[in-house]
């Protein structure tokens, strides 16, 4: 895809005021709008956005294309490194050099050539290198698939050579008393031995979270299952063993709902803030531009997520899979580095995470934008991308973890899953078919294909599983045959 010119982006503001013309959401439980109430709910809504947005024309020199000038400095810096640069005798040295240069070409190829994504701040192209980095990121992970334990260690150490050593994981528990009246010295020491830069980084992590999923309901869902599942897997992987007012107090009541606190207060805040951009030039005072710069480095425009988790069926199901892949992702960070050896404060940690956090922020905005627009008929490239590397990250896991994995779960806490689970898929099983009773398809349905009326059934299942309005009782009924009277 072509990068977009100046009459395409003239026209930003048109497409963007028809798409929210067209899409009018409603709540489960609303009652439905007539024709002309619809109407004038999109009229409001069109002038509240345009209040809220505007944008001069911010195209300059840094937003446009230059294909021809990459192209040109890109075929410069081959010629000089083949012809001018001298060589060296070393096959490990050039061997690693060129993978290096191999992995630059590419990122610099799909920078340059590849389309946009959802998001435009700081620049387009700060999220096609991030799409390409989860590209290669990927490709590594496929390529440690296919090797053997010990040779993919050996293969980090060319990374840093203090990888590739077994680690020596920290128990967090052992001693659980808050007040240790044995050490009259420091009665605290416990809780203070516990406040180490994770737990710093538990909070902006979460802070950062909630401004990648914007759903309170999910980010509590969420930090408060995986604090179960640090019980649940605790006898697998040391490092999971707190005590409980680690679990409860510090983690999940302290830093991350203050995280996700702060992290809805800062949604709000761009919520609430009109978005009106002008070209850096045509601002008069220097503390303006310097205000224009900063600005540059949030958002362009903002969208508030209103999954409906419960509003049909479908939208239920996704959100439970957003909950799983989202779990799957944190319980791949500790277990990784379990079995490649990485230990917990080594920079490769950090750098993942900053990069999920912005492969999750694209991938959950184009999942947004397939469940509510009618017209996305597919799921955007990064959350396809990051489904598959999470995907990847668990095989990885499995096959070189596979004695640590399979160790048996305690029969009370399998006892409290399997609970959690049949309580979940009976609620489910209520609010979605039996107190709205029921699906239900009209057997006297005949047609001269003779089985016709099986699929037919099957199609008005599907547009019953994906409705939006699940405050409607549901009925699919098929009472007239084809061809009759």
């Known amino acids: 895809m072509a990068p977009l010119g100046l009459g395409e982006h003239a026209n930003i503001r048109d497409r963007r005021r028809k798409c929210i013309m067209k899409t009018v959401s409603e709540s489960d439980s609303s009652v439905p709008l007539s024709a002309g109430g619809k109407e004038s709910e999109m009229k409001e809504r069109a002038i509240l956005d345009e209040k809220k947005f505007s944008d001069d024309g911010t195209l300059s020199y840094f937003w446009r294309a230059h294909t021809v000038t990459v192209l040109v400095i890109f075929i410069g810096v081959l010629i000089y490194v083949s012809m001018f640069e001298p060589v060296k005798d070393n096959t490990e040295y050039n061997t690693k050099r060129g993978l290096v240069a191999c992995i630059l070409v590419f990122i610099l190829l799909g920078v340059t050539v ?105 980010c509590t869902v969420i930090s408060v299952s995986f604090e179960i599942l640090e019980y649940t897997l605790e006898h697998q992987l040391p490092n999971f063993s707190e005590c409980w007012w680690d679990h409860w107090i510090m983690d999940a009541l302290v830093c991350n709902s203050l995280g996700i606190y702060l992290g809805m207060k800062t949604l709000h805040y761009f919520s609430m803030k009109a ?48 909950i799983f892949v989202f779990l799957l992702a944190e319980l791949n960070t500790f277990y990784l580095k379990f079995v490649l050896w990485v230990p917990p404060d080594h920079y490769l940690n950090l750098i993942r995470l900053l990069f999920f956090l912005l492969w999750g922020a694209v991938a959950l905005r184009e999942g947004y934008q397939y469940l509510d627009d009618p017209d996305c008929t597919k799921i955007g490239r990064q959350s396809w991308i990051i489904i598959v590397i999470i995907s990847t990250e668990f095989l990885i896991v499995a096959k070189y973890g596979w004695d640590t994995i399979t160790i048996p779960i305690p029969k009370p806490i399998s006892s409290f899953w399997l609970i959690g689970f049949m309580t979940l898929l009976l609620w489910t099983s ?54 009759g009277a």
């Open 430 to 483: 209520w609010k979605f078919v039996l107190s709205h009773g029921g699906i239900k398809c009209d057997h006297s349905y005949q047609s001269n294909a003779g089985l016709e009326f099986f699929p037919q059934c099957v199609h008005n299942v599907c547009n019953w599983y994906f409705s939006g309005n699940a405050a409607t009782q549901v009925k699919i009924l098929n009472s007239e045959e084809q061809g």
């Open 114 to 218: 590849t389309p946009d994504g959802p998001f435009r701040r700081p620049h387009p192209a700060v999220w096609r290198f991030t799409f390409c980095c989860s590209i290669v990121y990927e490709l590594g992970l496929v390529f440690i698939l296919f090797q053997t334990g010990n040779d993919s260690r050996k293969l980090l150490q060319h990374i840093d050579s203090k990888l590739g050593y077994p680690l020596e994981e920290k128990d967090y528990g052992g001693n659980c008393k808050i007040y240790d009246e044995g050490v009259p010295d420091d009665p605290f020491h416990n809780v203070k031995d516990k406040l180490d830069v994770f737990t710093w980084t538990h909070l902006f992590g979460w802070w950062l979270k909630a401004l990648v999923l914007r759903d309170w309901w999910l």
């Open 275 to 322: 978005y009106h951009w002008r070209n850096l030039w045509s601002i008069p005072t220097y503390r303006g531009k310097l205000k224009r710069i900063i600005a540059q480095f949030g958002p362009y425009t903002w969208v508030d997520y209103d999954w409906k988790s419960t509003s049909s069926l479908g939208r239920w199901i996704v959100t439970l899979f957003i």
